[in-house]
Structures are given as C-alpha cells and as structure tokens.
C-alpha cells in the first residue's frame, strides 16, 4: 500500500523558517518525482514545486510565489522528500501536501500557520 | 505560467442528471492534464489523467475529452457521493498549475 506521510507543519513568525518533511512507502521512491501542493482555508490547490529522481538530476521546479524561498529536497535512503520554507509570509499559511510524480498519490497534509 | 480558466466555479445538479465541467488553457497543453475530486477535509483524488484516461478503480460514470487548450470533464449520472470540488490541472508546463476548482452540489 503507498503511504505519503508529512509533518513538520506548526505555527511559525513571519519571515521565520520551517522544514516539511514526506516520508513515503509503498513505491519505488527512488525512481519517481515528487511534488508539494498547498491549499489555504476555503481555497483552491496551489502548486508549490518539486523534484525529479537521480535519474533525472534531482531537477526542481517552483511556483513564482515562491521561488527563491521555498527549496525542495529529498532524501532516496530514507524515501523522504522535504519542502524547506525560508523568508514566511503571512500568505504561505495552507494546508501542504506532498505527492508522488504522476499526483496519483497524495498524503494527509499538514497544517501551516505563518503568523505573529 | 499556463493559466487554467475553468467553469463554472459552482453548480447544483440532481442526483442522476448528467454534470460538465469545463477547463480552458491559456495555451497549447496538447493531452497533459488531470482532474481531481477533493471533498472536505481530504486530500485530492486523481480521477482522469492525460486528458482522458480513467484511473484505476475510479467509476466509469466519470470521463474526460479534449486536447489542445480545450478540456471537458463529465459525470454522467451524478451520485450522491459525487459532492465534491472538481480541479483541472495542466503538466506541460514545468511549473504546474490548476484551474480554479469547480464545487458540485446536489440540488
């Protein structure tokens, strides 16, 4: 069965940092992109970016919203992948989800609250 | 970036009526898009990839068409289940992006 499981989500100051984590199971990860989505309260999805495998130069890709802030990472020995979120704005405050390259499988989410 | 217009933004329908959603890329996306149901709370669902193919285990009473910039998503019997927000999403594009969303209501 594949699991996508984030966390790292919290309450965090404007232009602070936060390090999101996804850890997945039930695939080959190694082998496959992976992608971050957001969704504020009562809003549509937003694409934030994501990471290509090895075989591909690890290639990210950003939203314009956040790029230059947001930095995605992973990890293929532990079959996680990291959303790191540096300079928060009031607006980065959504529901974050991690997904696999084809977006046919998605995690839980976690919640992220960007306020002073 | 593609910008992703769909329509409508919301509709009611009843239950057995026949729903369209619609999804208009700002350019050529040729087949590369997926649509996905949310219902509250929970995570999206892929429901149609590559314009038009049906992913595994998803009820044939969904279906999609189109290519180019031009997309049409369907229910062809709308089911109580089916109460959701509908979402476009083009992948030509390194940078991804998705349509607005489309909430579906029974009337």
């Known amino acids: 069965e594949v699991q996508l499981v984030e966390s790292g989500g919290g309450l965090v100051q404007p232009g602070g940092s936060l390090k999101l984590s996804c850890a997945a199971s039930?695939?080959?990860?190694?082998?496959?992109?992976m992608h971050w989505v957001r969704q504020a309260s009562g809003k549509g999805l937003e694409w934030v970016g994501r990471i290509r495998s090895k075989a591909n130069s690890y290639a990210t890709a950003y939203a314009a919203s956040v790029k230059g802030r947001f930095t995605i990472s992973r990890d293929d020995s532990k079959n996680t992948a990291y959303l790191q979120m540096n300079s928060l704005k009031t607006e980065d405050t959504a529901v974050y989800y991690c997904?696999?390259?084809?977006?046919?499988?998605w995690g839980q989410g976690t919640l992220v609250t960007v306020s002073s | 970036d593609i910008q992703m217009t769909q329509s409508p933004s919301s509709l009611s329908a009843s239950v057995g009526d026949r729903v369209t959603i619609t999804c208009q890329a700002s350019?050529?996306?040729?087949?590369?898009l997926n649509w996905y149901q949310q219902k509250p709370g929970k995570a999206p669902k892929l429901l149609i990839y590559d314009a038009s193919n049906l992913e595994t285990g998803v009820p044939s009473r969904f279906s999609g068409s189109g290519s180019g910039t031009d997309f049409t998503f369907t229910i062809s019997s709308l089911q109580p289940e089916d109460i959701a927000t509908y979402y476009c999403?083009?992948?030509?594009?390194?940078?991804?992006?998705f349509g607005g969303g489309t909430k579906v209501e029974i009337k």
């Open positions: 997904s696999s390259g084809g977006m046919d499988y």
């Open positions: 350019q050529d996306i040729s087949n590369y």
């Open positions: 999403q083009q992948y030509d594009n390194p940078a991804l992006t």
């Open positions: 039930g695939f080959t990860f190694s082998g496959s992109a």
